[in-house]
C-alpha cells in the first residue's frame, strides 16, 4: 500500500504555469501584460459598494454583469458565459467538450495555460509549430485535425509572439473543421488590434454552430487582479459551458468592477490608442536597429532571441526592467509607460551590437 494519498498519474506531465515575475523595489514589471493605467474612473467606487456586502453570496448566475456584456455587444444573453477571467472559462470549455480519448489542438507557442487545462480535462494535446513569423500555420491546424479531436484553440493575437489571425484565413480555416468540432476564439488582446484583416470573431461565434469567442476584462480593461472574463457562442455550447463553471467564482466586487469598465468605454478606448501608439513606436525602435520582430496586435511584443533569451531577461532584470522570457525562444515584454520602455530599449540596442 502506498503511505500517502496518490494523485491523478498525468498530473505528472503537467509544466508549472510560469508567470511574470514581480518587480523588485525600483524595478518596473513588464512580464505579465499587464494594463500600465490604474482602473477605470468609478471602477473603485464599485468595488467599495460591493464590499460592503461581501458576507453574502454573489449572485451565483452574474444576471447584471450579464446584461451588461449584452448590451455592449448587443447580444442576447443566452449565447454569454461567464467566469473568473478567461482562462476559467477556457477551463470550462475544455471541461466541457473534452475528455479521456479526446484530442485538443493547439498552435504552439502559444498560451501556457492551453497544456495545463488540456491535461486536466483528460485530453490529449496535439501541438502545431507556429511559422517562422510568429503566425499561426492554419493549414497544418486544420490537418491535424483527426476523428478524436473535440477542441481546436485559436489565439488571436497569439500570445507570446504578437500577430493576430486574418479574416479570411479564420473562414477558410473554419470551413475545413467538422461540424462536431467546437473551435475556440481567444481573443484577450482583441481591443489591441489594428490590423484591419483580422477584426473580431464575435459574429462569426453568433453566425456558426461551431465557435466560441473568448474575452477577458484583464487586459484592455485593467482588471487583471478581479478575475473576471466571459465566452460568446451559440446558445447551447454555452448553455454546457454554465454547467461546467465554478459556482460563485465571480465574486460581487469583480461583477461590480466589470459593469463599472463596461460604462466607461470612451475612456476604455482612448487609453488603448495610447498603449497602441507606444506599442507602435517601440516596434519602430526595434526595427530601426534592423533587427526584426512579429508583427504585434496586443499589448506587448515578441523579441525571437532564442538561445540569448536568458542571458537579455538577466540584462533587462540588471536595468530595472522585469520581462518574460520563454528559454530557449524568446522574451514577451508588455507595453508599459513610455520611461520603462525607453529603458529596455536601450539595453536592446547594447546587446544587438555585441
Same mark, same amino acid.
Given at each position: 500500500?502506498?503511505?500517502?494519498?496518490?494523485?491523478?498519474?498525468?498530473?505528472?506531465?503537467?509544466?508549472?504555469?510560469?508567470?511574470?515575475?514581480?518587480?523588485?523595489?525600483?524595478?518596473?514589471?513588464?512580464?505579465?501584460?499587464?494594463?500600465?493605467?490604474?482602473?477605470?474612473?468609478?471602477?473603485?467606487?464599485?468595488?467599495?459598494?460591493?464590499?460592503?456586502?461581501?458576507?453574502?453570496?454573489?449572485?451565483?448566475?452574474?444576471?447584471?454583469?450579464?446584461?451588461?456584456?449584452?448590451?455592449?455587444?448587443?447580444?442576447?444573453?443566452?449565447?454569454?458565459?461567464?467566469?473568473?477571467?478567461?482562462?476559467?472559462?477556457?477551463?470550462?470549455?475544455?471541461?466541457?467538450?473534452?475528455?479521456?480519448?479526446?484530442?485538443?489542438?493547439?498552435?504552439?507557442?502559444?498560451?501556457?495555460?492551453?497544456?495545463?487545462?488540456?491535461?486536466?480535462?483528460?485530453?490529449?494535446?496535439?501541438?502545431?509549430?507556429?511559422?517562422?513569423?510568429?503566425?499561426?500555420?492554419?493549414?497544418?491546424?486544420?490537418?491535424?485535425?483527426?476523428?478524436?479531436?473535440?477542441?481546436?484553440?485559436?489565439?488571436?493575437?497569439?500570445?507570446?509572439?504578437?500577430?493576430?489571425?486574418?479574416? %479570411?484565413?479564420?473562414?477558410? &480555416?473554419?470551413?475545413?473543421?467538422?461540424? =462536431?468540432?467546437?473551435?475556440?476564439?481567444? #481573443? @484577450?488582446? *482583441? +481591443?489591441?488590434?489594428?490590423?484591419?484583416?483580422?477584426?473580431?470573431?464575435?459574429?462569426?461565434?453568433?453566425?456558426?454552430?461551431?465557435?466560441?469567442?473568448?474575452?477577458?476584462?484583464?487586459?484592455?480593461?485593467?482588471?487583471?487582479?478581479?478575475?473576471?472574463?466571459?465566452?460568446?457562442?451559440?446558445?447551447?455550447?454555452?448553455?454546457?459551458?454554465?454547467?461546467?463553471?465554478?459556482?460563485?467564482?465571480?465574486?460581487?466586487?469583480?461583477?461590480?468592477?466589470?459593469?463599472?469598465?463596461?460604462?466607461?468605454?470612451?475612456?476604455?478606448?482612448?487609453?488603448?490608442?495610447?498603449?497602441?501608439?507606444?506599442?507602435?513606436?517601440?516596434?519602430?525602435?526595434?526595427?530601426?536597429?534592423?533587427?526584426?520582430?512579429? %508583427?504585434?496586435?496586443?499589448? &506587448?511584443?515578441?523579441?525571437?532571441?532564442? =538561445?540569448?533569451?536568458?542571458?537579455?531577461? #538577466? @540584462?533587462? *532584470? +540588471?536595468?530595472?526592467?522585469?520581462?518574460?522570457?520563454?528559454?530557449?525562444?524568446?522574451?514577451?515584454?508588455?507595453?508599459?509607460?513610455?520611461?520603462?520602455?525607453?529603458?529596455?530599449?536601450?539595453?536592446?540596442?547594447?546587446?544587438?551590437?555585441?
Amino acid at each position: 500500500m502506498p503511505d500517502s494519498p496518490r494523485p491523478r498519474a498525468d498530473l505528472a506531465a503537467i509544466p508549472a504555469y510560469q508567470a511574470g515575475r514581480a518587480a523588485p523595489p525600483g524595478a518596473v514589471k513588464l512580464s505579465s501584460n499587464e494594463n500600465p493605467f490604474p482602473p477605470l474612473p468609478g471602477v473603485e467606487a464599485a468595488i467599495a459598494d460591493a464590499a460592503a456586502s461581501v458576507n453574502r453570496y454573489p449572485d451565483f448566475g452574474c444576471a447584471r454583469l450579464l446584461s451588461a456584456i449584452g448590451l455592449r455587444l448587443g447580444i442576447d444573453t443566452d449565447h454569454i458565459a461567464v467566469g473568473t477571467g478567461s482562462v476559467a472559462v477556457l477551463a470550462q470549455v475544455m471541461n466541457a467538450m473534452a475528455g479521456s480519448g479526446d484530442e485538443i489542438v493547439i498552435p504552439w507557442r502559444s498560451f501556457e495555460a492551453y497544456p495545463i487545462l488540456a491535461t486536466l480535462a483528460g485530453a490529449s494535446l496535439v501541438r502545431v509549430p507556429l511559422r517562422g513569423d510568429g503566425t499561426h500555420d492554419i493549414e497544418a491546424m486544420a490537418d491535424a485535425i483527426t476523428d478524436r479531436t473535440r477542441l481546436v484553440m485559436v489565439c488571436t493575437p497569439n500570445n507570446p509572439t504578437g500577430p493576430a489571425v486574418r479574416r %479570411d484565413q479564420l473562414d477558410a &480555416f473554419l470551413d475545413r473543421v467538422p461540424p =462536431d468540432v467546437l473551435v475556440a476564439v481567444d #481573443e @484577450a488582446y *482583441a +481591443e489591441f488590434v489594428r490590423d484591419p484583416a483580422a477584426p473580431p470573431a464575435i459574429d462569426i461565434a453568433l453566425s456558426r454552430s461551431n465557435v466560441v469567442v473568448l474575452r477577458t476584462f484583464s487586459k484592455a480593461y485593467g482588471l487583471a487582479g478581479m478575475r473576471v472574463g466571459y465566452a460568446v457562442g451559440p446558445k447551447a455550447i454555452v448553455s454546457e459551458l454554465r454547467k461546467a463553471q465554478l459556482p460563485f467564482g465571480v465574486t460581487s466586487m469583480a461583477e461590480q468592477a466589470a459593469i463599472a469598465s463596461l460604462a466607461r468605454e470612451t475612456e476604455l478606448l482612448r487609453r488603448v490608442d495610447v498603449l497602441v501608439q507606444e506599442r507602435s513606436r517601440i516596434q519602430d525602435a526595434i526595427r530601426a536597429t534592423g533587427y526584426e520582430v512579429p %508583427d504585434a496586435q496586443g499589448n &506587448f511584443v515578441w523579441l525571437p532571441l532564442a =538561445d540569448r533569451t536568458d542571458e537579455f531577461a #538577466e @540584462a533587462t *532584470a +540588471e536595468a530595472g526592467v522585469v520581462v518574460r522570457p520563454f528559454s530557449g525562444e524568446g522574451v514577451r515584454i508588455t507595453v508599459g509607460e513610455p520611461a520603462a520602455n525607453d529603458r529596455w530599449l536601450a539595453v536592446l540596442r547594447d546587446f544587438l551590437r555585441l
